[in-house]
């Protein structure tokens, strides 16, 4: 079966700096499923954090996206939806992932992700800006497969159609080339012609 991937970037790079100035971090999340979601199809997350600083080495990074994927509605299955990391090299970035699914019928939107680290004492909260995007509508199994059904079944005729209108031109290009003007009868007919003798 085909697999349809939308890979949806829900975050934005945005930044905290302590007042005291230090390292700059970035946060980006991502989130990759299918394009037609149903019940108990996961989601890969990654959340990566980039230090802006090209000096600095940022230590014990706190990651937390715990409030996207509340526990009646979602099932972690791959990792945990808050972790640490340990360190980010300086003008590097490291990136945390886990993988979701949902266990009921629901809609994905855009939820930030929080990042806090320290800097000189001062702590920090850096967080994804939601982007506008489409939600992402988890179905149930009986409508999942309804609508892959659906969506392979016009993919097929469209690929259909598209064949058909892209060789027609070509199968009428070959037929005239090869029968009707420079092919094989008109060579057959030469060969058969007979000069006619001197006298």
Not at 75 to 90: D, E, K, L
Not at 131 to 150: K, W
Not at 185 to 190: D, G, H, S
Request: hydrophobic share 45%; proline share 6%; aromatic share 6%.
């Amino acid at each position: 079966m085909l697999r349809f991937v939308a890979v949806v970037a829900i975050g934005v790079l945005v930044a905290g700096v302590a007042s005291a100035g230090g390292p700059l971090l970035a946060v980006r999340k991502h989130v990759e499923h299918d394009e037609i979601m149903g019940i108990g199809r996961p989601m890969h997350v990654t959340i990566t954090v980039y230090n802006l600083d090209a000096a600095a080495t940022v230590s014990t990074v706190t990651v937390d996206d715990t409030s996207a994927w509340p526990a009646s509605t979602y099932t972690v299955s791959n990792g945990t939806t808050r972790g640490t990391i340990a360190s980010v090299a300086p003008s590097s970035s490291a990136a945390f992932s886990f993988t979701v699914t949902s266990n009921a019928e629901t809609t994905l939107g855009p939820v930030a992700a929080v990042v806090s680290y320290s800097v000189g004492g001062d702590a920090i909260r850096v967080q994804s800006t939601p982007a506008p995007r489409r939600p992402v509508v988890i179905h149930s199994e009986s409508g999942y497969h309804d609508l892959t059904y659906a969506h392979h079944l016009e993919y097929g005729i469209f690929a259909i159609v598209a064949i058909l209108m892209c060789g027609m031109p070509a199968s009428y290009i070959v037929y005239d080339r090869l029968v009707m003007t420079h092919g094989i009868p008109t060579k057959v007919l030469q060969a058969q012609q007979v000069r006619p003798k001197a006298l």
